[in-house]
């Protein structure tokens, strides 16, 4: 049963270019979520997805910045035009359908360099 | 707005003692809390959680007391052993049962566990 994957591991982007994150959630959960973690800060929550449906994008950019979780395939982190202020770590995490316990699960990570 | 917050960036502890790292959270509404551990390049990995309706919760070598009154939780290990050395993240929820269970997280604390 594999867990939250999430790839690239190690994405490079120059100022300007388009960045894609990927993430497939655990077999099971319905609910993915993806959150930033800067140099010496905590996680910070990004958006919040089930299938075909964006539930919560209070902590996405209002620009630049989009999500997707479509009815097949894995979800999509993307962002446009590239800022050196973009690098940081993605993390992705899934759960089960609500009520039926936390089972928060998170994947290793994107680690994105702006160059 | 930090409405979680972990104020010692690091501890250290001898191996064979007891480790406490601290939380507090500012929101009323939350009413689940986690603690995560993470090491270096991984995504942070679940460690124990408490309920609002509990004060403390114990799992192995792991517990977790939470004083609502004080908006306060704390994480025991004891003894503590050289491979808990990783940075430990207090996160809170206000379980939405329309929207999933979004996480609120702290700075995180490096904890350094010595031979």
């Known amino acids: 049963n594999a867990g939250v994957m999430q790839n690239p591991r190690h994405l490079v982007r120059r100022r300007g270019q388009e960045a894609r994150l990927r993430c497939s959630p655990m077999?099971?959960?319905?609910?993915v979520y993806w959150y930033r973690q800067l140099p010496e800060e905590g996680l910070k929550f990004m958006v919040y997805l089930q299938k075909e449906n964006i539930i919560d994008e209070s902590g996405m950019p209002k620009e630049r910045f989009s999500a997707e979780f479509p009815k097949e395939g894995p979800s999509i982190l993307r962002i446009q035009q590239v800022v050196r202020g973009d690098s940081a770590a993605y993390f992705c995490?899934?759960?089960?359908?609500?009520?039926?316990?936390?089972?928060?699960?998170f994947g290793s990570g994107t680690r994105l360099t702006v160059v | 707005d930090q409405q979680v917050k972990q104020n010692s960036p690091s501890l250290s502890v001898q191996e064979g003692r007891i480790s406490i790292l601290n939380c507090d959270y500012t929101n009323s509404m939350f009413d689940y809390f986690l603690w995560y551990k993470k090491y270096p390049a991984e995504g942070p990995t679940f460690l124990i959680s408490?309920?609002?309706?509990?004060d403390k919760n114990e799992d192995g070598r792991f517990t977790v007391f939470l004083n609502k009154s004080a908006k306060h939780l704390s994480l025991h290990i004891v003894p503590s052993q050289p491979g808990d050395s990783a940075v430990y993240f207090c996160a809170a929820s206000a379980l939405q049962r329309t929207s999933g269970s979004r996480l609120t997280f702290g700075e995180g604390t490096q904890l350094t566990v010595n031979p």
């Open positions: 408490i309920s609002s309706i509990k």
């Open positions: 995490a899934s759960s089960p359908p609500v009520g039926t316990g936390y089972g928060y699960t």
């Open positions: 077999k099971g959960h319905s609910h």
